[in-house]
C-alpha cells in the first residue's frame, strides 16, 4: 500500500491503518534524532484553539517553527469571531484562506471533522469535546515504543476518566490494532464506553474491567493514568462522588515490573503525586516532549515534506 498523507486531514485515530500510523512513527524518531530546521520554510500554520490547551497548542506551534515555518492563530476562542454567533463551517473555510495547515481544538465532538468539510486544507484534530484526540495517540505510541521498545506483546492498562477521557478513546481504538492486553481501571460510572468494548470484542482485542490499579499494577508494562475530567460532567455532586477516584503514589508501584512506565496524557490534578515523579516509573514528562517529534511528522507529511 501506498502511503500519501499530503493534503490529508488527522480527525479520527480510526481514520489509520496500523501501517500508516508506524510509519509516522517513524518520522517522528527520525525527527527526534536529526531536526529539520528549513522543512517547512515559506508554510504557514494556524492554531486554532477554541478549547484551553498547554500541551497540545504549544508544541503544534513549536514543531511549526523549529520546522522553519510560521504560526498564526488564537488560543482563546472568545477572541475570535466564534464570539459573535459565526459558525465553526465559516470559520473555518476562511481561515484555509490564510493558512496551509490548520491545528484545531473545539469543545464540540465532531468539530474538526466539520471543520475538515469547510476547507480543502488539511485540519490536525487536538481533541474535539470528549470524542478524539489523535494527534495525542500518535505521542502515545511514540512513547509506548520507545520506552518499552515494543508495543505489540504489552500489556496496557488505561486508568482514570475513561468515559469523558477523549485521550483514553482514541488511544484504546490505536492499539487494538496491535496485539495487545488491555485491563480499563476507573469507578463503574466512567468505564470506557459500551461502544469502545464492542469494537474490541469484534477486533478480537483481550481486555478487563477493574475498579482498583492494586490490582493490575503488577501484571502491566505501561500504566495510563489519566484526569477526572471536571469540564465535561453535568452534575458537580456526581464529579464530587469519584474526582479523588484514583491517586497513584509510590507505594502502589511496589510490585509493579522494574521495566513498568507510568504515562499521563497530562495535565495531572492530583491523580498521580508529585513523589511518583522520583521514581523509575515516572515517563510522563518524556511522553509531553515526544509532542514536538510526532507534531513535526504530521506535519511534515501533510504539507507534503515528508513521503
Ligand atoms: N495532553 C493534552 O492534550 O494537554 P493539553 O490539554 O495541555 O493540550
Redesign the pocket.
Given at each position: 500500500m501506498k502511503i500519501d498523507f499530503r493534503g490529508k486531514s488527522i480527525i479520527s485515530i480510526s481514520d489509520l491503518s496500523k501501517t500508516e500510523m508506524l510509519h509516522i512513527l517513524k518520522h517522528a524518531e527520525d525527527l527526534k534524532k536529526k531536526p529539520q530546521p528549513k522543512m517547512l520554510s515559506g508554510k504557514i500554520m494556524a492554531s486554532c484553539f477554541f478549547e484551553?490547551?498547554?500541551?497540545?497548542?504549544l508544541s503544534f506551534e513549536t514543531a511549526m517553527e523549529r520546522l522553519g515555518g510560521q504560526v498564526m492563530g488564537f488560543a482563546d476562542g472568545k477572541v475570535s469571531s466564534a464570539k459573535k454567533g459565526e459558525t465553526t463551517w465559516d470559520s473555518m473555510k476562511i481561515i484555509g484562506q490564510y493558512a496551509d495547515v490548520i491545528a484545531m481544538r473545539h469543545s464540540l465532538e465532531g468539530a474538526a471533522r466539520r471543520a475538515s468539510e469547510a476547507t480543502n486544507k488539511p485540519v490536525l484534530n487536538?481533541?474535539d469535546g470528549a470524542n478524539q484526540?489523535p494527534t495525542?495517540t500518535l505521542l502515545d505510541l511514540f512513547t509506548i515504543k520507545e520506552c518499552q521498545k515494543k508495543i505489540n506483546g504489552l500489556h496496557i492498562a488505561v486508568a482514570g476518566d475513561l468515559k469523558y477521557g477523549r485521550?483514553t478513546h482514541s488511544l484504546t481504538q490505536a492499539l487494538a490494532k496491535f496485539n495487545i492486553r488491555l485491563y480499563f481501571v476507573a469507578p463503574d460510572e466512567l468505564q470506557m464506553p459500551k461502544y469502545i468494548q464492542e469494537e474490541l470484542k469484534k477486533a478480537g482485542v483481550k481486555f478487563s474491567l477493574h475498579d482498583k490499579i492494586e490490582n493490575i499494577v503488577n501484571k502491566v508494562d505501561i500504566l495510563y493514568m489519566t484526569r477526572i475530567q471536571a469540564e465535561r460532567f453535568a452534575d458537580q455532586m456526581e464529579y464530587d462522588r469519584v474526582k479523588n477516584a484514583f491517586v497513584l503514589t509510590p507505594s502502589m508501584l511496589i510490585k509493579a515490573k522494574p521495566n513498568m512506565r507510568v504515562m499521563h496524557?497530562?495535565?495531572r490534578v492530583n491523580e498521580i503525586t508529585p513523589a511518583v515523579d522520583q521514581t523509575k516509573h515516572a515517563y510522563y514528562f518524556e511522553q509531553a516532549e515526544n509532542g514536538l517529534y510526532t507534531r513535526q511528522a504530521l506535519l511534515g507529511l501533510v504539507l507534503g515534506k515528508l513521503k
Amino acid at each position: 500500500m501506498k502511503i500519501d498523507f499530503r493534503g490529508k486531514s488527522i480527525i479520527s485515530i480510526s481514520d489509520l491503518s496500523k501501517t500508516e500510523m508506524l510509519h509516522i512513527l517513524k518520522h517522528a524518531e527520525d525527527l527526534k534524532k536529526k531536526p529539520q530546521p528549513k522543512m517547512l520554510s515559506g508554510k504557514i500554520m494556524a492554531s486554532c484553539f477554541f478549547e484551553p490547551s498547554t500541551r497540545t497548542r504549544l508544541s503544534f506551534e513549536t514543531a511549526m517553527e523549529r520546522l522553519g515555518g510560521q504560526v498564526m492563530g488564537f488560543a482563546d476562542g472568545k477572541v475570535s469571531s466564534a464570539k459573535k454567533g459565526e459558525t465553526t463551517w465559516d470559520s473555518m473555510k476562511i481561515i484555509g484562506q490564510y493558512a496551509d495547515v490548520i491545528a484545531m481544538r473545539h469543545s464540540l465532538e465532531g468539530a474538526a471533522r466539520r471543520a475538515s468539510e469547510a476547507t480543502n486544507k488539511p485540519v490536525l484534530n487536538g481533541g474535539d469535546g470528549a470524542n478524539q484526540h489523535p494527534t495525542q495517540t500518535l505521542l502515545d505510541l511514540f512513547t509506548i515504543k520507545e520506552c518499552q521498545k515494543k508495543i505489540n506483546g504489552l500489556h496496557i492498562a488505561v486508568a482514570g476518566d475513561l468515559k469523558y477521557g477523549r485521550t483514553t478513546h482514541s488511544l484504546t481504538q490505536a492499539l487494538a490494532k496491535f496485539n495487545i492486553r488491555l485491563y480499563f481501571v476507573a469507578p463503574d460510572e466512567l468505564q470506557m464506553p459500551k461502544y469502545i468494548q464492542e469494537e474490541l470484542k469484534k477486533a478480537g482485542v483481550k481486555f478487563s474491567l477493574h475498579d482498583k490499579i492494586e490490582n493490575i499494577v503488577n501484571k502491566v508494562d505501561i500504566l495510563y493514568m489519566t484526569r477526572i475530567q471536571a469540564e465535561r460532567f453535568a452534575d458537580q455532586m456526581e464529579y464530587d462522588r469519584v474526582k479523588n477516584a484514583f491517586v497513584l503514589t509510590p507505594s502502589m508501584l511496589i510490585k509493579a515490573k522494574p521495566n513498568m512506565r507510568v504515562m499521563h496524557p497530562l495535565p495531572r490534578v492530583n491523580e498521580i503525586t508529585p513523589a511518583v515523579d522520583q521514581t523509575k516509573h515516572a515517563y510522563y514528562f518524556e511522553q509531553a516532549e515526544n509532542g514536538l517529534y510526532t507534531r513535526q511528522a504530521l506535519l511534515g507529511l501533510v504539507l507534503g515534506k515528508l513521503k
